[in-house]
């Protein structure tokens, strides 16, 4: 997708955001507000989370750290139902978090630093350790998402964003619970430009990146934009970037942003200018969507090799995975046959605030590759991601119960409702729904459900696709309700006219669900199309046309679809 026109589609999403962290800061953190404020409230039973911490040994850098933030009573307060789940770093780990930062004490930090430090560490509502245990992420006061896992070797211990360790959990505090850390978490406070430039060691990628217009998308954590109904909706900003450092520029022979240029150019077979080259050689490094170097590298099934869009136009670059590796650094190539690259383990996976920077080893020139496998997930989206509650959105487990969330207004979807509309009143016209256990085998345990109606009709862009012939497979849900489809008693089997590009010869008539072998819930995969040949290198429109009466009679009716899968024909 090209994140210029998304970026430049409205201006919704950042100031929404600020909006909402001025208002968890005013109906949360609002310490003239507080009942209690200048003087410590206790109950027979406990004291509020602040005033608990100075009533322990062990707390105290990080109750310092609460009154040089002006944050200790915003911590205390417990009118109008307020609680809190507070990770609060023991003594030693302040003093190596200190360490981490490069300062001795506290007081060389700035104070709204410091408050963001706080809001990291704190998350709306009180959560039980039972509760806790089961949650894969949370979402703290400063609007990141925390990641947890549980220490399966140690009791009542977990990990959260790959750095913090809780030792202790659950606390009571009056107004919510203490969960006690041995190692404190970075806040995020950087953007991918901010790692990049700030880095020391990037200065031609951060020149680059500058040059080619990506500095102010880069930099960019959220905005506010206007849907098709005139409504606000945030939109939040993920990147990946592939990461260049100037010591492996000049192991290319590159010095210099200048150098670089000539380089590019001295290897253009299209007459293309300077400045052209240069963005799109600068956007084959980012991808708009934030992935770890695992979900990148992962393999799917039987496949070894992953192909992903970049942000240049119809560039694509792929990533091999070895799974015989027993170096962390083999484990993935990009580009494996041609001027290939590998991530510099120590250096990748770093978060920000928008997004992961990972460091390669190679300069990465933009390459052509040959066809392999292409996974289309319908809902990879960060249009989607974006109205979807971060816990939920690609869970890395089947989920307890089934979460719904309409995200029709999502700008990767064109589409128009039957006239007759729709009788399921289950879903809306699109939602993005988690998968429970007994749909285990969907990727990324989610699928995008259509509910359109007779004659409904989505567009959709692909990723990249190399050109070539492809065999074209579709893998879709299949609930009991669904069944009805499966034998055709009611309409026609949820009939579907297929298209790419809006091309006869590209255009074909299916119905999936008919070939679901088995009245069972469960992911089902068939084939679209037997062979279809893209004669260039290109994104593509998708759509289909609803062409079954009973999706406008029947409250059964939905079509969810989990991915299309493109299978090269040699």
């Not at 990506?214 to 905005?223: A, F, G, I, R």
Request: aromatic share 12%.
């Amino acid at each position: 997708m090209n994140i210029f026109r998304k970026y430049h589609q409205g201006i919704v999403g950042m100031a929404l955001a600020a909006m909402l962290l001025a208002a968890c800061d005013k109906d949360v953190f609002d310490i003239n507000t507080d009942p209690f404020k200048d003087e410590i409230y206790k109950t027979a039973l406990a004291s509020p989370i602040s005033t608990f911490l100075t009533e322990q040994e062990g707390y105290g850098e990080y109750v310092k750290m609460l009154r040089y933030a002006d944050m200790f009573n915003a911590l205390n307060q417990s009118s109008s139902g307020t609680s809190f789940t507070a990770f609060v770093p023991n003594d030693e780990a302040m003093h190596e978090f200190y360490h981490r930062r490069g300062v001795d004490s506290l007081q060389q930090l700035s104070k709204e630093y410091a408050r963001q430090f706080i809001l990291y560490h704190t998350v709306r509502d009180s959560i039980l350790p039972e509760s806790f245990v089961q949650k894969k992420s949370v979402q703290n006061l400063s609007g990141d998402v925390i990641s947890i896992k549980i220490d399966s070797v140690n009791a009542g211990q977990a990990i959260l964003n790959e750095e913090g360790h809780v030792v202790e959990m659950g606390l009571s505090a009056y107004n919510g619970k203490v969960y006690v850390l041995s190692k404190a978490m970075t806040p995020l406070v950087e953007t991918v430009f901010d790692r990049v430039a700030g880095s020391g060691q990037s200065q031609i990628m951060a020149e680059a990146l500058r040059a080619a217009g990506w500095e102010k998308p880069l930099s960019t954590v959220m905005d506010t934009t206007l849907n098709q109904d005139r409504q606000k909706v945030v939109n939040h900003y993920y990147f990946t970037l592939l990461n260049v450092t100037d010591a492996t520029f000049a192991k290319a022979g590159i010095q210099s942003l200048d150098q670089l240029r000539t380089q590019l150019k001295n290897a253009d077979k299209e007459g293309l200018s300077e400045d052209s080259l240069l963005r799109k050689y600068v956007g084959y490094h980012i991808l708009t969507n934030q992935y770890r170097t695992d979900e990148l590298g992962a393999a799917q099934g039987s496949d070894v090799t992953r192909i992903w869009s970049s942000s240049a136009r119809n560039q694509v670059f792929t990533v091999t995975y070895d799974s015989l590796a027993t170096q962390e650094a083999e484990r993935y190539v990009l580009n494996a046959s041609g001027v290939s690259a590998k991530f510099v383990p120590a250096s990748s996976n770093v978060l920000s605030k928008n997004g992961y920077v990972h460091e390669i080893d190679g300069w990465l020139p933009v390459w052509e590759p040959e066809q392999a496998p292409v996974l289309w997930d319908f809902a990879d989206y960060s249009e989607i991601k974006n109205l979807v509650d971060a816990e939920y959105y690609q869970p890395a487990e089947p989920t307890a119960s089934e979460q719904r969330f309409r995200v029709a207004s999502a700008s990767c979807f064109d589409f128009e409702m039957g006239e007759a509309g729709s009788k399921n009143r289950n879903y809306s016209d699109i939602d993005y729904v988690t998968c429970r256990s007994n749909l285990k085998n969907a990727n990324n345990y989610d699928r995008i459900v259509f509910n359109l109606g007779y004659m409904g009709k989505v567009t959709m862009p692909t990723p990249t696709i190399v050109r070539g012939k492809y065999k074209v497979e579709l893998t879709i849900v299949f609930m009991t309700g669904n069944n009805f489809m499966r034998q055709q008693s009611d309409g026609n089997g949820g009939m579907l006219k297929m298209s790419f590009d809006d091309k006869d010869e590209y255009t074909t008539f299916s119905a999936p669900y008919t070939k679901v072998p088995s009245a069972l819930p469960g992911v089902y995969t068939s084939t679209i199309y037997e062979e279809i040949e893209f004669p260039e290198t290109a994104s593509h429109q998708f759509s289909f046309i609803i062409l079954d009466p009973a999706a406008s009679t029947n409250s059964n009716f939905s079509l969810q679809f989990d991915y299309m899968r493109f299978i090269p024909i040699e």
